[in-house]
């Protein structure tokens, strides 16, 4: 990845359905519910005006097989909580963003050595030689196509401030 890999992006603020698993598997599990609930809303054929979001919580912490993964979907004012998905407000804000595509990562050199992905690296050090601090919000991974299993290619936010 070179810096011509990376954008900043603006997210607006959004009213989301979140779904949160802890787990051994926390991405897979938490997705199987959030599919199941949003495929029966309708929310799925159309990822741009629903887009979603995922990140760890809470994170993987050393010694500890489970943690926690948190899945977003954007949603309308329709849309209460249930039990299967609880709505909230998010703020929006900056984000440098880049691409991963994940099978290759996670079988990389850079991945075996220090144990995570070499993407959300590069975007932290992109900022810090950009002028910009972490903002305290979960860094954000927007699958292309959630459903995509091994072949999972995702954009990472990075989120960012001056």
Request: contains cysteine.
């Amino acid at each position: 990845m070179d810096e011509k890999d990376i954008r900043i992006v603006t997210l607006p603020p959004m009213r989301v359905a979140s779904v949160v698993v802890i787990s051994e598997t926390p991405e897979m599990d938490a997705w199987a519910r959030m599919r199941a609930w949003a495929d029966e809303k309708g929310l799925l054929g159309n990822l741009d005006k629903h887009p979603i979001f995922g990140f760890n919580e809470p994170p993987p912490q050393p010694g500890k097989r489970e943690y926690g993964y948190m899945f977003w979907i954007r949603v309308g004012d329709d849309i209460e909580s249930d039990d299967v998905v609880e709505v909230k407000e998010v703020d929006g804000g900056e984000y440098a963003v880049t691409t991963c595509v994940l099978k290759e990562e996670l079988e990389s050199e850079f991945f075996r050595e220090r144990g995570f992905l070499e993407s959300w690296w590069r975007l932290e050090e992109w900022a810090k030689a950009h002028g910009y601090k972490y903002r305290g919000h979960p860094g954000l991974e927007k699958p292309h196509d959630p459903d995509a299993g091994p072949d999972m290619v995702l954009d990472f936010y990075y989120p960012i401030a001056k």
